[in-house]
């Protein structure tokens, strides 16, 4: 009889933990009519969920399928949205991810559902673009071709001419540009000049967290743009760690995608590191720099 209650006790102890690990409230908005491009809220509400309680480091391995994660919000009622935008039209799903985070000393996860979507393309399929114009009659001409090849001569010459002179007088006259300026150091020492100079002003002692955290983001990003010939100020942290994949080595293409994210998660998400967490990310930005 004793052995049998132990047994019910114990199925209803893991019953409890099961539906404590596992319960949660999931709300996309919209639910509909999304266009290729558009921002979506995922908002996930659980016990002891948090942006501050999330794992920063696996979140950047959250696979939503053909939606991007592009930000993580703390909501008002103490649940997070997480912002997703998608840019492929038609039929797709949200895909399920498991979100974990640590609550009461305790490793937790949220297992999202996943969502079948239609996602709408921004070009009207009534009214297409058109892309080619109509053909347009024969041009004849009343001498032969080598009768003009002269004139073609000379006014290639003229624009040349004219083209190196403007450029002379241009460069004589004007100063170089801060652009130009920068172009003039290597990369490497003006990233490095770069992070002197925001150690030296010292915002994390002004409390200007965001802010230290946007321009060590900005010198990485800067530094990488110079070295491997990428845009990369105007792309988003994933669009970067495609861009580089074929140009330096997977273990720090990976590394700089977790960074410059937890960089984003301050920024964006508002997240407060610690003075040893901001002491340490200034000394990762400047090993990047000076290991690629």
Known sequence: MIFCNKKILTAVFILLSFVNLYAFEQTL????????????????????????????????????GDFELLDILQAADNSVDFILSVYKA????????????????????????????????VIDPKNPPQDIAGIKGIIKFHHGILWY???????????????????????????????????????????????DELAAEDLTAKGLIKEYYDRLSDIIRFYLART???DTMEKTTTELYQMLRDKIAPEHNREIKIYLQNCDF?????????????????????GFIEKL
């Open 29 to 64: 908005t919209p639910e509909k009519d999304i266009t290729v491009g558009d921002k979506v809220s995922l908002n996930i509400k659980a016990e002891g969920l948090s942006v501050n309680s999330l794992n920063k480091e696996k979140l950047a391995d959250l696979n939503f």
């Open 90 to 121: 038609g039929k797709t799903e949200l895909l399920s991810v498991e979100i974990p985070y640590t609550y009461e000393d305790q490793q937790k996860f949220v297992k999202t559902k996943a969502l079948p979507i239609e996602v709408t393309s």
């Open 149 to 195: 090849i002269p004139f073609f001569i000379a006014l290639i010459i003229l624009a040349l001419a004219g083209y190196f002179v403007y450029k002379f007088i241009k460069n004589k006259k004007r100063k170089p540009t801060p652009e130009e300026i920068i172009q003039a150091i290597p990369p490497k020492e003006y990233a490095l000049k770069q992070l």
């Open 228 to 230: 491997y010939s990428v």
């Open 266 to 286: 301050v920024k964006f998400a508002k997240l407060v590191p610690s003075e040893e967490e901001t002491k340490k990310d200034f000394d990762t930005a400047k």
